[in-house]
T-cell receptor
Framework: GENVEQHPSTLSVQEGDSAVIKCTYSDSASNYFPWYKQELGKGPQLIIDIRSNVGEKKDQRIAVTLNKTAKHFSLHITETQPEDSAVYFCAANKVDDMRFGAGTRLTVKP | EPEVTQTPSHQVTQMGQEVILRCVPISNHLYFYWYRQILGQKVEFLVSFYNNEISEKSEIFDDQFSVERPDGSNFTLKIRSTKLEDSAMYFC????????????FGSGTRLTVV
């Protein structure tokens, strides 16, 4: 089955700096890669996604890149704000089976 | 914004008892999922459900677990003979199209087995 690895497990940045979270996946059949933000006591919320026919996607301060050949994808958050502090999960999806990375706890210090 | 609703938010049960976790997916969604998250750990896939049958399930989803869509709105996860290690947050999710867009997750049910 699909195995998704995510790094780092924790990340602390100063407000205004950029944050980068990286994931790799194992199954070349995976074709959809969402990123979720989970705040304390809540379910994961989709923040951005990318399909396997696209290399990069941007939405305001967040961007995602995908390298299909290397089977890795990354989340980039620029101009971080304290409200960006949360746990971020990457995921890889094929057909009807989505697997998550282990999560990255991002802390943005004011 | 449409929501996925889960009840109860917290369930405490005795080891060996059966529990039913309930979910109301978004009304026009056709694909339904259960995930669990043991405290501080990753979100783990349990099962996906479409057209009144299981379409995928993980190695975690053994005979102890079952899912059902008893009517047009509810989607339930039944855990028989609960064990201490079943204690976790259980998240329901739904999606409109298969793999076409991220899932919408509910806020979860915290299951505590004592």
């Amino acid at each position: 089955g699909e195995n998704v690895e995510q790094h780092p497990s924790t990340l602390s940045v100063q407000e205004g700096d950029s944050a980068v979270i990286k994931c790799t996946y194992s199954d070349s059949a995976s074709n959809y890669f969402p990123w979720y933000k989970q705040e304390l006591g809540k379910g994961p919320q989709l923040i951005i996604d990318i399909r396997s026919n696209v290399g990069e996607k941007k939405d305001q301060r967040i961007a995602v890149t995908l390298n299909k050949t290397a089977k890795h994808f990354s989340l980039h958050i620029t101009e971080t704000q304290p409200e960006d502090s949360a746990v971020y999960f990457c995921a890889a999806n094929k057909v009807d089976d989505m697997r998550f990375g282990a999560g990255t706890r991002l802390t943005v210090k004011p | 914004e449409p929501e996925v609703t889960q009840t109860p938010s917290h369930q405490v049960t005795q080891m060996g008892q059966e529990v039913i976790l309930r979910c109301v997916p978004i009304s026009n969604h056709l694909y339904f999922y259960w995930y669990r998250q043991i405290l501080g750990q990753k979100v783990e896939f349990l099962v996906s459900f479409y057209n009144n049958e299981i379409s995928e399930k993980s190695e975690i989803f053994d005979d102890q677990f079952s899912v059902e869509r008893p009517d047009g709105s509810n989607f339930t996860l039944k855990i028989r003979s609960t064990k201490l290690e079943d204690s976790a947050m259980y998240f329901c999710a739904s999606s409109e199209l298969q793999g076409a867009r991220g899932y919408t997750f509910g806020s979860g049910t915290r299951l505590t087995v004592v």
